[in-house]
């Protein structure tokens, strides 16, 4: 019986919790069996501080779920107990474990399904690169929870979909860890979140390429003024693009997301890399604010709001304030992350043990700078595999709270996220828990050990 990180367990494991658990009793420690086969978990009853171990093991298709509890008692009784009920696991037959209500087969994301459609270019390097497989590996027990509704998602992830498709495993990740059930009984939305906070209905939102039209063409971004440009016009009209095709689908009216909040979440995949600069396009669009700054005769950031109309690039034009559209009163909120790629996936396969000894990733980018007359992030250099380094599915989701919505978000319904929310004189206010990093990009050095990349490190700021 070998300690394992939470993370680890997590991966294999993570996904049978039930919401209300936490409130009976409280997790202590993780373990797996040598091979990693049968998994084991302390826990501790909240009302008489007593413990027991839980044994985990997979079942006929594949996921792994709790096949044995021990007799509660001291700390060290249920340790020597979990010891041997996971042994006797291990000895056990396959077929042992198996608990009856599995329905369908083992789901492999990795074994191509349709062979006469060209890959997506980032499922090749997924599939098939060495410096990925902490990614892969941590997707494969992932991908045996996660229901099919449309019963074309491997396809999909494999070719054209593929963007779509990572952004919905980092969203059911995400959730899952921050302690929802999922339930995608229905193809729309894609999740009907079951917790504590009540039942949430979200839909996931990608900004896509544009293949024709005034937006095809790929915009220049040499000077400052293309820059601007390209986030105060160009972007907004993509995200609405995005956004304004799924407001037209009236998910609200459905009976089962009637009387809940509804929850777009939206990533840009519009350019290769753009997920990393071009969050501050969407609260622009969203509320149809624009901010200048300045500083007084003090030091102190003089921050002035400024109301947009609209957004033009070349012909096109939309109007400026997503949540100002009639219709958009039924949309709870705007979620936002950058970090549903499949970077992300390789750095919590490498936090989950999953990175071979000759891969190491280093992570790059910036975080919100805490001072009130700041004006600019701080920036971070870090190594993945290094000890101490820590990261969570839920870190950099960003929640743009609807100041119009006839049905609000509570915010306490995702606790280590940011929330921004539109004040009356159009300031923002914004609450977050942890200084989440603003954007990102993780270089992956292999083959290369960590002691080998700590002693460059070393070696260049001599």
Known sequence: MKPIPRTRFDAFAGYVRRPLAHVAAEEHAFYEHGDGSILGMIIMDRQDEDFAGLVFAPDARLRYRCTNITEFGSRRRAETALRRAMEAAYQAPAEEHHQGDEVGYPVDFFKVVRPDKPRHPDFGSLADLHGYLPARRIIEPMMRWYDDADGNFVEQFQTNGFDQRIWELYLFAAFTEIGYVLDRRHAVPDYMLQGPHGTIAVEAVTVAPSQAGELAAAPSRETEGDRRAFL???????????????????????????????????????????????????????????????????????????????????????PSGFFDLEDAKHVSAVLFSNSGTIAKFNRMGVLAGFCPDDVVLVRSGTRP?????????????????????????????????????????????????????????????????????????????????????LSALKKSSS
Request: hydrophobic letters at 35%.
């Open 369 to 453: 700078n805490p001072s009130p007359d700041a004006s600019a992030p701080i920036p971070f250099h870090e190594i993945v595999n290094a000890p101490g380094y820590e990261e969570f599915w839920s870190e950099g989701l960003s929640v743009y709270h609807n100041p119009n919505a006839g049905i609000p978000l509570d915010p306490r319904a995702l606790p280590d996220a940011t929330h921004h929310f539109l004040k009356a004189d159009g300031q923002m206010l914004t609450k977050f828990t942890n200084l989440d990093p603003l954007a990102s990009q993780t270089v992956i050095m292999t083959p290369a050990t960590l002691r080998q990349v």
């Open 232 to 318: 105060e016009e160009y972007m907004p009209i993509k995200f609405g693009s995005a956004l304004f095709s799924k407001l037209r689908k009236k998910y609200w009216e459905q009976e089962e997301v009637a009387g809940k909040p509804l929850v777009f979440a939206i990533e840009d995949f519009s350019s290769p890399g753009s997920m990393v600069y071009t969050r501050s396009a969407l609260p622009r669009y969203l509320y149809g604010f624009a901010y200048d700054w300045r500083y007084d005769a003090d030091g102190h950031l003089i921050i002035t709001p400024r109301k947009l109309q609209e957004h033009r690039w070349g012909e096109k034009a939309i």
